[in-house]
Each structure stands twice: as structure tokens, then as C-alpha cells.
């Protein structure tokens, strides 16, 4: 008896996460690529059977015939976006937009700033870290219930009793509260921010995509990667080089993942967002494309202004001058800031983002627009305030860790340390933890001094 005959030379594919396996994600995957513009629409039915069958290797075949026709396909005659995924090609397509800036006074003013950042991602993270993953049809009433309503402050291990946990499906018993920590726990949205400053030490300035792959592989396990992450480090693996790691067999292409990733190259570049978000673009073209880019650009390039102005449309306008005026993103952010200024309310603002964009689904509740929409939306109404800002980004649902981080992150820088009520930073005990190998629980000043480091020399 051959080796082959004894053994049944097959993978356990029910053991496969759905992350890890394209053919599980046939139905995202045909989402996304309608959304791009993609003439698929005849295939529905196809994609649609296919991602319900049983997972075998039946199914992984047939996925392998779809993705090809995805490879091949046209883009709908009369689309109206054009959204390029090269950096000379977005340059082309940026609409320029001039602010004053003010640069801080000195190197202790700017530190000030830089302390403010990282305090203000990390809080924000924490915030709404406890109800990550908790849709707002039970986050909504949830917080009403324990008086927190509009969101105002932490949730705390209080606040869920025995008979409220009972009432909800999402698990709040399993949770991490803002009275039951010793420091800022380890989380995805921090972690990258950590990365990114090893990137620079590591490899400075001038680092290359591949030096953030390589960096990835060398720090975390693939579990510390989700989504568009875990796809791009798998085919890294497999020896698809960057910008391929991003495009092969990953549905995930234009989720949030990359948003979440850009805060550190703002920091380093106060007043440089065209810097800023170059570097974010060589960081997310490991593992998106499009709008998924065009997030870390924006939100690197508001970091960068909002580290020189307080005005908050020039924060958002300065960070859109760096992505395509022809994208969904660009479009979508400008029509918010739109109907602020004709006197939308907070609340029908944050419902035409719930009407547009649906929550309860996988894809709407992870994609870059929606939650890049609730970030401007937070900074629009949250007037400058941080608590107030934080809050907001929260309680509507949506990616909850991600928008608190980001929005907290250039309040933060904008507002510096001192506009950080000392509520907010109470719970981290000025320490931060990280999953990151050879990266364990750091000071967060320390992590402050480190970045101080990285700024241009013409600025210390």
C-alpha cells in the first residue's frame, strides 16, 4: 500500500478560517467587485450557489474559475469613478487644497502634540473596544439602558449585570472594561502603530513595501492579522510579492484595515501630509487596493494637518487633497461636509451613514467608507471636544475600536496631551500593552520619546 493510499491527502477544510480560504467569501468577493465596477452581474447566481455549497475541494475548484473571471473582467461601460491603486496615478487625481498652518513652537510643543496622539488612539481604542463587534440594534439599547446614552463615558463591569447580559446576543460578559484593566490592553489598532514605529527605526524614511511585509512576518503570527491582513501575509508566504500580495484571491481588498494603520506616518510628519500619505501608501498597498488605500492615505494626511491647525475642515479637506477626487471615498466625505454646512443634524447625519451603508453586513460593517464616514462625521459634530469626538464615533456602531482609535488619534494630536481630560487617560495607568514580538508592555511616553526620534531634523 502507497503512502498516498494509507493517508487521505486532504485538508480539513471546516478547519479552515473563513479569513484563511477564498471560496468561503464568493459572496463578499461579488459585492465587492459590483461596487468597483465590475460587469459580473451575470454571474450572481453562480457566485451566490457557490459560496453556499459545502466547502470541499469541489468548492475550491469552482472559486479558482470565478476568481479568473474576476482577473478578466471589464469595468461597466459608464462608471463613474476612476480608482487607481498606483501612487504616481493618485497624485494625478488629487484636487489640491491650501490651509494655514502653524507649526508648533518648539520641540516641547510639539512633543505635547505627539503625547496627545498616542493617548488620544489608545483611549479611544479602549473605548470602544468593550462593544467591538456588537451591532447598534443591541449597542444603542444596550447603552441607554445603563445610562450612558448619548455616550458620555467608559462601560464598565457594572454596567453589565447578569440580567442585562441576558438580554443581548453579543457576549458583553466576555469583554474587557475600563475599571477591570491595569494598563491599555494589546489591540490591532495599537499594535500597528507600534509596528510602524519599528518600521522606521528599522528601516527608516525611505521604507519600501516589502520591508513592511518582511517586518509583519518577523513580529506577529498570522492570527494577529485579520481580514485583508491575513490574506496579504498568507500570499506573502506563498511568495506573492507586494503589490500582488494585496490583489490576489483577497475580497477584503477595500476594508478598513488599512485606515487603522496609518497614524504613526501623521505623527512623524506634522504639516506634510503629502509625506504622510505617501508613506501610508506604501504601508497599505501590501494588502488593499482603491478606497482601502485611499483610508491610510486620508487619515495619515489629517493626522499630519491637524498637528497645525485646530480647524477641522481643513483637517479633513487637507487629508482629502491626497486621495483621488474621482474615488467613492472622496465623494462620499465631501457630501457629508456638504450637508454639515447646510445644517444637517447630528442625527440624521449619522442615519443617512446607517441608511447607505447596513451594519448587520459583513461588508458595510468593515469597509472603509462607512467607517471612514462616521471618523469625519465624529470630527464634524464633536467640535474639537475629545471626549465628546470619541464618544460619538462609538456609540453609532460600525467598526467601534477602529473609528474611537482613529478619531482620538487626531483630536489627540490636534488638542495635545493637556486637551486629554485626565478620565480618559485614568485606565491605561501611562502604559500600553502589544502582542508584537520583542514588543511587550511599553511606558507610553516612552513610546512618545521614540517617535520625537523620528521627526525630519529640521523640526527638533
Known amino acids: ?19 484563511d480560504t477564498y471560496c468561503k467569501q464568493l459572496a463578499i468577493e461579488y459585492q465587492q467587485s459590483i461596487e468597483e465596477g465590475l460587469d459580473i452581474e451575470k454571474y450572481k447566481d453562480v457566485f451566490m450557489a457557490v ?62 502634540k505627539i503625547s496627545g496622539a498616542w493617548y488620544g488612539r489608545i483611549c479611544g481604542c479602549l473605548l470602544g473596544k468593550t462593544v467591538e463587534g456588537m451591532k447598534s440594534n443591541e449597542l444603542i439599547p444596550f447603552l441607554k439602558e445603563s445610562g450612558n446614552w448619548p455616550m458620555h463615558r467608559y462601560i464598565y463591569s457594572t454596567d453589565v449585570t447578569d440580567e442585562v447580559a441576558e438580554k443581548y446576543e453579543f457576549k458583553l460578559k466576555t469583554r474587557l472594561f475600563a475599571d477591570t484593566i491595569e494598563y491599555a490592553p ?33 513580529r506577529q503570527p498570522k492570527t494577529s492579522y485579520c481580514t485583508a491582513e491575513r490574506v496579504a501575509y498568507l500570499n506573502y508566504l506563498r511568495g506573492y510579492q507586494p503589490p500582488i500580495s494585496a490583489v490576489y484571491k483577497n475580497p477584503y481588498r477595500e476594508w478598513i484595515g488599512a485606515q487603522i494603520r496609518g ?13 504622510a500619505a505617501e508613506m501610508a501608501f ?16 486620508f487619515v495619515a494626511a489629517m493626522i499630519a494637518c491637524a498637528a497645525v491647525t485646530d480647524d477641522i475642515k481643513d483637517i479633513i479637506y487637507g487629508g482629502l487633497a491626497q486621495i483621488p477626487a474621482t474615488s467613492r471615498l472622496y465623494e462620499s466625505i465631501v457630501r457629508l461636509v456638504e450637508r454639515f454646512d447646510a445644517g444637517v443634524t447630528r442625527e440624521d447625519a449619522f442615519a443617512d451613514i446607517h441608511a447607505e451603508w447596513d451594519d448587520l453586513d459583513d461588508h458595510d460593517w468593515c469597509h472603509t467608507i462607512s467607517n471612514a464616514l462616521i471618523v469625519v462625521a465624529s470630527l464634524l459634530y464633536g467640535e474639537g471636544d475629545f471626549g465628546k469626538s470619541i464618544c460619538m464615533s462609538v456609540e453609532t456602531g460600525f467598526d467601534t475600536d477602529c473609528n474611537g482609535a482613529t478619531v482620538g488619534s ?32 511599553s511606558p507610553i511616553e516612552k513610546l512618545v520619546d521614540k517617535t520625537m526620534g523620528h521627526m525630519p531634523e529640521e523640526l527638533l
Open 1 to 19: 500500500m502507497s503512502y498516498n493510499e494509507k493517508y487521505d491527502i486532504t485538508p480539513d477544510f471546516e478547519e479552515i478560517s473563513s479569513w
Open 51 to 112: 459560496h453556499n455549497l459545502e466547502h470541499d475541494r469541489h468548492k475550491v475548484d469552482i472559486a479558482n474559475v470565478l476568481y479568473d473571471i474576476i482577473k478578466h473582467a471589464e469595468t461597466k461601460e459608464g462608471y463613474k469613478y476612476n480608482e487607481p491603486s498606483t501612487l504616481d496615478e493618485i497624485k494625478e487625481l488629487r484636487k489640491p487644497y491650501e490651509f494655514k498652518m502653524t507649526m508648533p513652537a518648539d520641540k516641547e510643543a510639539l512633543k505635547e
Open 186 to 218: 494589546w489591540d490591532d489598532d495599537t499594535n500597528y502603530v507600534v509596528l510602524a514605529q519599528i518600521l522606521i527605526r528599522k528601516f527608516g524614511r525611505d521604507f519600501t513595501p516589502k520591508n513592511v511585509m518582511d517586518l509583519w512576518v518577523e
Open 263 to 275: 497614524d504613526y506616518f501623521g505623527y512623524i510628519n506634522p504639516g506634510n501630509p503629502e509625506l
Open 282 to 297: 506604501r504601508d497599505a498597498s501590501i494588502s488593499h487596493v482603491k478606497n482601502g488605500i485611499y483610508g491610510e492615505m
Open 410 to 441: 487626531i483630536i489627540g494630536i490636534r488638542n495635545g496631551s493637556a486637551g486629554i481630560d485626565e478620565y480618559w487617560k485614568k485606565p491605561t495607568h501611562g502604559i500600553l500593552d502589544t502582542t508584537i514580538m520583542w514588543a511587550d508592555r
